[in-house]
């Protein structure tokens, strides 16, 4: 066992702080309103901090990371732009109605609003078996890296032993404080991962070199685009550039991937990632797939942080709906900030030699324990640990509140109201015992995993959930077969898609290939919509349902005092403002890092050829 | 062979557009939203003064 003394010591630091705020937190816990939803007062930096911690985590900085490291930065920053925006429709559009409602799940929100116990039951069940496989990805993230920490990725036991501290360590502080630590605990981890974010991208940017670089795989001299003299000796000795197709074609098998660089990858800096199709990381298509699959997966995942448990139950925390505004706003611009810096630096991180034996997944985290300064190292660790416990925090507590708040009552009704904490705890425990036991027996790709989860919210009842707090003509049959139908499509064209079960003319048994306009994902939503308005009944609306709709329209008398000051309203405002001025700031800075050097490399290349 | 980088423009543009567009989209979204709550107040005062 090798054990990195600095970085475990770091690690033994950061998580012990996060046990001790959890019960410091815990103590302050009164009932389920406090245990659930932080008791509605948390301030705009508390909701932003845990909203962003409970999106970014091991999928972010691992999966991610990944697959930037294998080439594909454009669609990438395509999804996140188009996603990142979910939060300013989430906010505005059903953000703010859900906390006029003062429920304590998402689920409860949808029973009462059509009046409806199949809707809260079919929700909290696909809440439940989502966000367990969101869980459970995201708990094999932390083992992981727990594993490369303490150097176990050679012992039998390693990923068993790494699991259970994982779980020992987010399930105390959830067990204790529930919601009002989580937050809490959110906040910090987000400022450490942050923080680890921009701080790392210039150290790589600059054991890298300059952004804009070419390879020369032969001497492993950083070419650059801008400059006419290396580029041209880069050409005389035999280069491979990421723009040109390959000079050479190598058979894999014989092939030394010691040095794992850009000249295996061309086009990584294209709009369409690689695509060469003698590149073993051509596996996305041709650059049109690519693109699409960028926007139209930021499409749905733009749904799924509006309408997500683990993004919308922040906003039920929120003191006063301005928090609620501003969180969108600000949330927005931070999300796709911290996910660019790691992009770019990800992408140039294909200019250093990183040897086999880490896999896509593990190359940030190797480049941490290998590459950079030592104290960066430990702060990338910590920061990366922070994602993955803050999303488990979180995760934990949705499935225990779910299950303690929506299913187990509608179940057993001896269930006691006045025993709702203790139940809550309780079946929390459990529930991510159970995680623990799935994620130890299975082993689900980190990326693909979470993408099938936070879908399946997006296109089971995203479109419902929009309607719900905007239309008065969606009825309660209407939004229980549009959730259904769309849950059950999409979840068994996923399955098809990803898992080969249909035999081929001999026998073999195969994936099905979806057309890139016609996947899983868009099928699923074109038939919730299309259910929606085949079971649709607006007659049979119930007085219940219109009155629990004028409510969501109508703002508590001291949330109308809190708009009406004109403080609060300027500094709202000045947050939109502020989402104006970072897509400028965005278009100006790549067409300088990016775009400029990349048209000057091609017109040099071509020059040369 | 690449012989331009409009592709690479093209996604730059949306990318980045589309913030801006969204943020000029809520803006104005959320003036209208302030606006009708002063308006709701100030009639719902004219409404109790004429009662009195």
């Known amino acids: ?609 | 062979m690449y012989t331009n980088s409009i592709q690479e423009w093209i996604c730059v543009l949306f990318s980045g557009g589309f913030y801006i567009v969204i943020g000029l989209f809520i803006y104005n979204r959320l003036k209208k939203d302030y606006k009708n709550v002063l308006d709701d107040v100030e009639e719902s005062a004219n409404i109790d003064t004429a009662i009195e």
Not at chain 1, 284 to 291: K, L, R, V
Not at chain 1, 361 to 375: D, G, K, S, V, Y
């Open chain 1, 1 to 609: 066992m090798n054990i990195e003394l600095p970085f475990l010591i770091g690690m033994i630091v950061m998580l012990a702080m996060f046990v001790i705020v959890g019960l410091i937190q815990g103590r302050k816990i009164e009932n389920t309103t406090d245990y659930y939803i932080a008791g509605r007062k948390a301030p705009t930096v508390l909701v932003v901090g845990s909203l962003i911690a409970s999106y970014l985590s091991s999928t972010a900085y691992m999966g991610d990371t990944g697959f930037m490291f294998d080439g594909f930065l454009m669609p990438y920053v395509l999804l996140c732009a188009v996603c990142s925006v979910g939060y300013i429709f989430g906010t505005r559009y059903f953000g703010i109605h859900l906390r006029r409602s003062r429920v304590l799940t998402l689920p409860e929100f949808f029973g009462r609003r059509f009046n409806s116990p199949r809707i809260r039951m079919v929700l909290s069940i696909i809440t439940v078996v989502g966000i367990m496989c969101y869980l459970t990805t995201v708990t094999k993230g932390g083992a992981l890296l727990m594993q490369n920490l303490l150097g176990m990725k050679e012992n039998p036991n390693g990923y068993l032993i790494c699991l259970l501290i994982v779980w020992v360590v987010y399930t105390s502080f959830t067990f204790f404080s529930g919601s009002k630590g989580v937050i809490v605990t959110d906040t910090i981890m987000f400022f450490i991962f942050a923080f680890m974010a921009f701080i790392s991208v210039p150290f790589i940017f600059q054991a890298a070199g300059h952004f804009s670089g070419a390879i020369n795989p032969v001497t492993d001299t950083v070419v650059y685009l801008n400059d006419a003299e290396h580029v041209q000796q880069g050409l005389d000795m035999g280069i491979w550039s990421t723009f040109t197709e390959p000079i050479h074609k190598p058979d894999w098998g014989d092939f030394d991937f010691t040095n794992i660089t850009m000249h295996l990858k061309p086009g990584a800096l294209s709009a369409g990632g690689v695509t060469n199709p003698d590149s073993p990381w051509a596996y996305m298509g041709s650059a049109a797939d690519s693109i699409i699959w960028g926007v139209v997966l930021g499409f749905i995942w733009l749904i799924a942080m509006a309408v997500s448990p683990w993004q919308t139950s922040r906003y039920m925390m929120a003191k006063n709906e301005h928090v609620v505004m501003r969180t969108g706003l600000i949330g927005a611009i931070v999300a796709f900030a911290v996910l660019l810096f790691i992009d770019l630096a990800m992408t140039v991180a294909n200019l250093i030699d990183i040897p086999p034996t880490a896999s896509s997944e593990e190359t940030f985290i190797w480049m941490a324990m290998n590459i950079l300064p030592r104290w960066l190292g430990i702060v990338i660790f910590c920061g990366i640990m922070s994602a993955v416990l803050s999303s488990c925090s979180t995760f934990a507590s949705l499935i225990g509140f779910s299950l303690a708040n929506d299913i187990l009552p509608a179940i057993n009704k001896k269930m006691k109201p006045e025993n709702g904490l203790r139940n809550s705890r309780i079946v929390m425990l459990i529930a991510s015992l159970v995680v623990v036991v799935i994620t130890y027996w299975t082993i689900p790709g980190i990326q693909l995993v979470s993408y099938f989860a936070a879908s399946l919210f997006a296109i089971s009842w995203g479109f419902v959930a929009f309607m719900s707090t905007q239309s008065k003509r969606i009825s309660e049959n209407g939004a229980f077969w549009s959730i259904l139908v769309g849950a059950i499509v999409f979840t068994v064209l996923s399955i098809l898609k990803n898992v080969a079960l249909i035999p081929d003319a001999e026998g073999v048994l195969q994936k099905v290939a979806f057309p890139t306009l016609l996947r899983p994902e868009i099928l699923g939503l074109a038939s919730a919509i299309a259910a929606y308005f085949i079971a649709n009944r607006p007659a049979a609306i119930t007085d219940e349902e219109r009155a629990y709709f004028k409510m969501l329209h109508t703002p508590e008398p001291e949330e109308v005092a809190q708009r009406l000051g004109k403080p609060e309203i300027k500094k709202t405002l000045w947050g939109a403002k502020a989402v104006i001025l970072f897509g400028v700031a965005f278009i100006a800075i790549l067409i300088v890092i990016y775009l400029i050097p990349y048209q000057a490399g091609i017109d040099i290349l071509n020059g040369a050829a």
